[in-house]
């Protein structure tokens, strides 16, 4: 059974910095382009970034580019967004999912996790 668990969400200031891991199990994690969403946001169906199966891509919103990084380790079958210079628009709960193969039309998943809670404070 396929499952997906973020942590790292929590509480931070503007201008600091967090970072989301996201562990998968249960299914072939390194056939998926991975990706993370933001429950509230209604454009885009929340989409914050992705990462190509490989690593070798990486697409953000445009909202995020230049403050979030995604990654991902293959090996350990982790997907993790580094968050910096937050900002308080940036509060919300983030979630990880298994993109579908038309994920840039739809941004439908496969899977996803429950989510964690990010909140900065200004």
């Known amino acids: 059974q396929a499952q997906l668990v973020e942590s790292g969400g929590g509480l931070a200031q503007a201008g600091g910095s967090l970072r989301l891991s996201c562990a998968a199990s249960?299914?072939?994690?390194?056939?998926?382009?991975m990706g993370w969403f933001r429950q509230d946001l209604e454009k885009d169906r929340g989409f914050v970034a992705a990462?190509?199966?490989?690593?070798?891509?990486?697409y953000y919103a445009d909202s995020v580019k230049g403050r979030f990084t995604i990654s991902r380790d293959n090996n350990k079958n982790t997907v993790d967004l580094q968050m910096t210079s937050l900002k308080s628009e940036d509060t919300g709960i983030y979630y990880c999912?298994?993109?579908?193969?038309?994920?840039?039309?739809?941004?439908?998943?496969?899977?996803r996790g429950q989510g964690t809670q990010v909140t900065v404070s200004s």
């Open positions: 990462i190509f199966k490989t690593g070798g891509s990486t």
């Open positions: 249960g299914f072939s994690f390194s056939t998926y382009t």
């Open positions: 999912a298994a993109l579908r193969h038309n994920w840039h039309l739809t941004y439908e998943y496969d899977f």
